[in-house]
């Protein structure tokens, strides 16, 4: 199989690093930002922000011609 | 009437509609293995969606996910993080998975692995494995639907019972309606489990503390270490946390059931979008684990934290909605439950029966069979859980630890032109053997470590170590799948 390119796999790698790998920087309640303690706060966001990491990946895959050439391939 | 009685009266009625759309749905359709197993490979962007969100959001979410932020606390943040993870994971891999399902027609996980390795034996014991772990998900399915049964009859009803009425239900419905049935009935159950979420995630906080906020502050004045790790555990820490976020996001589309609802879809492009914006979905799970942190406020001394989301919505809201979210709950354990059932026996029956004692069967034969099998895991789902107390969310655990063990093979082997039958099937019995070992002897987390994921890392390194003992050469030909497919 074709491997995805580079650049996707580095918006991918983003969320990983985020929500995973840097626990302990972000593993506490202070501050609370809106209402709630960090850990949550920063989980959360990453709901929101992971998608925009993904979308970005999406766009690269598409430049890379990754994603058109497979739509040829089922049509 | 009594509120028992009205609560579950909802319940029921909501069960009885969900089922007569799931039987009308797949009634509709000639029911061959292709069209009951993956319904014609014709689904769009919004079945898709749906199946794959039914089969996502089961029970573990809704009564597991409070189950734990109310009796572990900080470890239950894992939940927030693996499931955006495991999308990122799905954008990468379920494109080339379905081009590969499609072109070669495979039905179930087992078949990619008899067409990428060609080894009879590799594809029966991976469906072996495969059947293996999906009975603890079953089981904790089963384990919800007891839970919110004996919590709504008020007690008057127990847990053995009502999960053997439950089930029965759920065996049937399989029987008749195959995937496209299961599909439709998501529809109904996604709209219920997002209502009763948000609704109850934000009014338990409001009624009792007076918003999110305040809420977080009261439990931050009464238990300081609750919202960090390890919480109220002395050994779920940030190593625990790394490695089981590790070991569920890959493990997340190695489950059977998932990895076969990829060949559902119309087009890998369909698997593509659909990641991107699943994360967003994710947005009602923190809501669960509030719900937990407020009843540990409210409810202090409940026995199993499983049974804290509805408890307190029993305690809080009058009879009728209990059903209600009862009713969502009932469909929210029926639905993963039916897929993870059909994927069990359509495995068991044309991976592991057919390959190895009846050659002959011809593939109506092989759908006999399958149904035939529904039964027999229903039942041995239903024994373990009657007899089990682990908690929601370790039954998952459990499970994951089995099935993310063919992560290397099928990455891999998608990726890879080195790798070949023997390493795999060297890692994946090693991987297994280190689990259950750790397993057994109440070993996890091992050193901090999620047994699961240790098992994974040795997992690899034999597939590696295996690979370069045997000194395999690349395939000549850049697509590895081409030279076995005249095997399936």
């Not at chain 2, 293996?132 to 919800?144: D, E, M, T």
């Not at chain 2, 270490?225 to 109220?232: A, N, R």
Request: charged content about 10%.
């Amino acid at each position: 199989m074709k491997r995805p390119s580079v650049g996707a796999v580095f918006f991918g790698l983003v969320p990983f690093v985020a929500v995973c790998f840097s626990v302990s920087l972000w593993d506490r309640i202070n501050p609370i930002i809106l209402g709630l303690p960090f850990n949550f706060f920063w989980l959360i966001l990453w709901l929101l922000l992971t998608p925009i990491c993904l979308w970005a990946a999406y766009r690269i895959e598409m430049r890379a011609g990754n994603i058109a050439s497979e739509k040829k391939a089922t049509h | 009437m009594t509120p028992s009685l009205i609560a579950l009266s909802v319940i029921a009625g909501i069960v009885v509609v969900a089922s007569v759309v799931g039987f009308y749905a797949g009634t509709r359709h000639r029911m061959d293995l292709e069209q009951w197993t993956v319904g014609g490979r014709g689904f769009g962007l919004l079945l898709v969606w749906l199946l794959m969100a039914g089969e996502v959001y089961t029970t573990f979410t809704f009564l597991g996910a409070s189950g734990w932020a109310y009796s572990r606390g900080g470890p239950a943040l894992y939940i927030l993080a693996y499931m955006p993870l495991a999308y990122v994971l799905s954008f990468f891999i379920l494109p080339p998975i379905w081009e590969v399902g499609r072109k070669y027609r495979l039905q179930t996980q087992a078949d990619f692995f008899q067409l990428r390795y060609g080894s009879k034996a590799l594809s029966a014991f991976v469906a072996l494995v495969g059947v293996v772990f999906i009975i603890p998900y079953l089981q904790l399915q089963l384990v919800g639907l007891g839970i919110i049964v004996e919590v709504s009859s008020f007690g008057g009803i127990h847990r053995a019972p009502a999960m053997i009425i439950a089930f029965a239900i759920v065996a049937a419905f399989v029987f008749t309606s195959g995937v496209r049935g299961v599909a439709w009935v998501s529809v109904i159950k996604d709209f219920l489990l997002l209502f009763a979420a948000v609704f109850i995630g934000i009014a338990v906080p409001y009624m009792y503390f007076g918003g999110i906020g305040k809420m977080f502050a009261a439990v931050i004045h009464a238990r300081p270490t609750h919202l960090v790790m390890p919480g109220t555990t002395k050994n779920l820490g940030h190593t625990w946390y790394i490695s089981t976020v590790l070991l569920t996001s890959l493990g997340f589309y190695m489950w059977p059931q998932a990895f076969g609802s990829s060949f559902t879809a119309k087009s890998g492009d369909t698997l593509r979008r659909n990641a991107v914006v699943m994360p967003l979905y994710g947005i009602t799970m923190p809501l669960m684990l509030f719900v937990g942190f407020g009843a540990l406020l409210v409810l202090p001394n409940l026995a199993n934290g499983d049974l804290s989301l509805l408890t307190i919505v029993r305690k809080t809201f009058p009879a009728w909605f209990l059903g209600l979210v009862g009713g969502a709950g009932a469909l929210t354990a029926m639905v993963p439950a039916a897929i993870q059932i059909l994927t069990a026996a359509t495995l068991f029956a044309k991976n592991l029966w057919r390959p190895l004692f009846a050659p002959q069967m011809s593939d109506q034969q092989v759908a006999t069979l399958a149904r035939i099998t529904v039964l027999a895991i229903t039942a041995i789902a239903l024994v373990f859980a009657v007899y089990s107390s682990l908690t929601i969310v370790s039954l998952l655990l459990l499970g994951y630890a089995g099935v993310t063990q063919f992560f290397p093979g099928i990455v891999l082997g998608l990726f890879s032109r080195r790798v070949r039958g023997p390493a795999v099937f060297s890692g994946i019995v090693a991987g297994i053997s280190t689990v259950t070992l750790l397993m057994l002897t109440q070993r996890d987390p091992w050193m901090g470590w999620n047994a699961g994921f240790a098992a994974l890392c040795l997992n690899f390194a034999v597939v590696a170590a295996v690979s370069l003992v045997q000194r395999t050469r690349p395939t000549e030909d850049a697509n590895v799948f081409a030279t076995k497919a005249s095997a399936i």
